[in-house]
């Protein structure tokens, strides 16, 4: 059975830092990309960032361009995203996703809030 | 980066009701698009990929239709377990953009 954790959720300051962690099980994790996706509070799916199964491909949504970093270790099965200069803006739940040619499992979700 | 676009952003039907949900495109994303139904507290849940195949184990009365910009998600006969929010989603280029939902509620 495909499984995904999410964790390392919390609450934080406004321009603090968080590492979002997603354990994988019960597929081959490295074969596959993964994404995240968040969704604030009452609103709609945004995704987040994209990661190729090999880590030698990847993508940001504007909106956290070069204040996230997604990242992947295949010997751990386990997908990270690193989030530094938080905003109001970025308290959502965030989800992983395996990636295939669509988001065919996810995670349970992991709330992020940022505020002071 | 394509703009997808759901209508209505919200329905009441009743159990046993035909519902029909559509996703425009702002250009052409052949047929990837994917819709997912979504229960409060729950994580989205892929319903229908490539327009209209259907994701393994989910009930025959959600199909799906359309290619190019128009696309339509269709419960035959709406049950009880079937309130929930819809998004559609195109995977033709990156950013993976969503619609803004669909809530169907109940009449």
């Known amino acids: 059975e495909v499984q995904l954790v999410e964790s390392g959720g919390g609450l934080v300051q406004p321009g603090g830092s968080l590492r979002l962690s997603c354990a994988a099980s019960?597929?081959?994790?490295?074969?596959?990309?993964m994404n995240w996706v968040r969704q604030a509070p009452g609103k709609g799916l945004e995704w987040v960032s994209y990661i190729s199964s090999g880590s030698s491909t990847i993508y940001y949504a504007d909106s956290v361009k070069g204040r996230f970093t997604i990242s992947r270790d295949n010997a751990k099965n386990s997908l990270y995203l690193q989030m530094n200069s938080l905003r109001d803006e970025d308290t959502a739940v965030y989800y992983c996703?395996?990636?295939?040619?669509?988001?065919?499992?996810w995670g349970q979700g992991t709330l992020v809030t940022v505020s002071s | 980066d394509i703009q997808m676009t759901q209508s209505p952003s919200s329905l009441s039907a009743s159990v046993g009701d035909r519902v029909t949900i559509t996703c425009r495109a702002s250009q052409s994303v052949n047929s990837y698009l994917n819709w997912y139904q979504q229960k409060p507290g729950k994580a989205p849940k892929l319903l229908i990929y490539?327009?209209?195949s259907l994701q393994s184990g989910v009930p025959s009365r959600f199909s799906g239709s359309g290619s190019g910009t128009d696309f339509t998600l269709t419960i035959s006969s709406l049950q009880p377990e079937d309130f929930a929010t819809y998004y559609c989603?195109?995977?033709?280029?990156?950013?993976?953009?969503f619609g803004q939902g669909t809530k169907v509620e109940i009449k």
């Open positions: 989603q195109q995977s033709y280029n990156t950013p993976r953009t």
């Open positions: 996703a395996r990636a295939t040619q669509n988001f065919d499992y």
């Open positions: 490539a327009a209209s």
């Open positions: 019960g597929f081959t994790f490295s074969s596959y990309s």
